[in-house]
């Protein structure tokens, strides 16, 4: 894993990938960067067991509340938000990476 | 905001008589009444003159006469005698609304007349089945708006803390629930294993031992709510389409009709495909019904004033999906129909 942590200026161009494989979740706010390894449920569950604390209410992707922006990379809906983030924004309690991802938390 | 091209029932039909009555529906006040011929009318229940609510007057035959100077009016609307004076005004009419008679409820049309289609009133299916029984249904008036009952009519969840001594069982709030989306509403179900029967159930259904239960929980625009319980022996469920002989279909249908933005009026009736003829176990439905239906009331009234004077902000929870969905859906729909 990565020791330093990754700039704004990183994290907008390509992310360094630590196996090819498994996407490279990076909470740029936090300095946490971590595997994606498909055993957590969401993106929001990913960052509660790396110590974050993100808000959230509903975790059913109807309320909102745990969107954040994304500074790379994209999301997979698992269930369809009830109304779409913006283009560059996601909500976490419902998607997964699609691929290397870099969330401002 | 209500949707307003949709047929929303006014009354039962045993409820509408040879007799003027008065009807709130969407904000608008109807007045109804049986013609002879056995035809109900639905009128705007507002003399054109000075606006005195028609349903202050009379019933003359098929005529309704203003209680205030004798204004009379057939049932398109029509003026058809100013007893004081000689020339009837060509533009003294009231509105008149398509009404309709369908399962045992009088409904009306509250958009535009010309678009108004009885094919489109919902239906009922095995509603003429010989072999289903049926309550004799109910109404109430529910002092909240109709969308918290909509809400109430789609979440699962509520069931094991509003109705403690009724439907309640336990294994009734531990299993995910499957939203699904159509363009006209939402249904929120699951089919839950190996239950010992619900007390209030037990005595209904047609076999013994556990059993395996759908909860189906539908809301089509713009307000029918449907409520379909399934019972079938243990090990026998999962599939609606190939249902065990021995499977107990229960199917409430509840109707909303919003009287104003503070008031709705709650239509209900309880159909199950066995015992048509039991008037006993009828009339404990429907009595069971009441007694339900009150236990949300109080619950949803509460809302309603809570709701409506917020200091702190609500917020959503997991069981909220089905209904917030159905909300998006319902708003689509009463956008449209602003803009066309």
């Known amino acids: ?105 | 905001m209500f949707l307003n091209s949709c047929w929303y029932i006014a009354a039962w039909s045993r409820d509408i008589e040879r007799a003027l009555v008065a009807r709130t529906m969407l904000a608008e006040n109807l007045v109804l009444y049986r013609q002879q011929d056995g035809a109900v009318v639905a009128l705007e229940d507002a003399c054109p003159h000075r606006k005195l609510p028609l349903s202050k007057g009379r019933l003359l035959g098929d005529i309704v006469e203003c209680g205030y100077h004798g204004l009379q009016f057939d049932c398109s609307g029509n003026c058809v005698l100013a007893p004081t004076q000689s020339r009837i005004p060509p533009q003294a009419s009231v509105r008149t609304y398509p009404a309709a008679e369908k399962y045992g409820f009088v409904w009306v049309w509250m958009g535009d007349p010309e678009h108004a289609d009885e094919s489109k009133i919902f239906e009922i299916p095995n509603f003429e089945n010989p072999a289903w029984g049926k309550t004799d249904g109910g109404v109430l008036e529910i002092d909240c708006h109709y969308l918290w009952v909509t809400d109430n009519l789609l979440d699962p969840s509520h069931v094991a803390w509003v109705h403690q001594s009724s439907f309640g069982a336990p294994g009734t709030d531990d299993t995910p629930l499957q939203i699904k989306t159509f363009d006209d509403g939402v249904v929120v179900s699951r089919w839950i294993s190996d239950q010992t029967l619900p007390p209030y159930y037990a005595p209904l259904v047609k076999f013994e031992g556990n059993c395996d239960r759908l909860q189906h929980y539908e809301v089509r625009v713009p307000s029918v709510c449907i409520n379909r319980s399934i019972f079938t022996p243990a090990g026998t469920g999962g599939q609606e389409s190939e249902l065990n002989d021995k499977a107990y279909v229960m199917v409430s249908y509840n109707f909303m009709t919003p009287i104003d933005e503070n008031t709705t009026t709650y239509y209900w009736l309880q159909h199950y495909n066995n015992d048509p003829h039991d008037t006993v176990i009828a009339k404990q439905l429907n009595d069971g019904a009441v007694i339900a239906f009150n236990e949300d009331r109080e619950i949803l009234e509460a809302v309603h004033t809570g709701m409506k004077n917020t200091t702190t902000p609500k917020l959503d929870l997991a069981l909220d999906a089905g209904s917030l969905r159905y909300r998006k859906i319902l708003d689509g729909a009463i956008a449209k129909e602003q803009v066309s």
């Open chain 1, 1 to 105: 894993m990565s020791e330093n942590k990754p700039t704004q200026d990183d994290a907008r161009d390509e992310p360094p990938t630590i196996s090819g494989d498994v996407p490279l979740v990076t909470f740029s706010s936090s300095g946490i960067q971590v595997p994606w390894l498909g055993n957590h449920e969401s993106l929001l569950e990913l960052a509660e067991a790396n110590g974050l604390s993100p808000e959230f209410s509903c975790r059913a992707g109807v309320c909102n509340t745990c969107e954040c922006s994304i500074s790379s990379g994209d999301v997979s809906y698992l269930d369809e938000p009830l109304s779409m983030p913006e283009d560059g924004r996601a909500l976490i309690c419902c998607s997964i990476p699609d691929g290397d991802i870099t969330l401002d938390l």
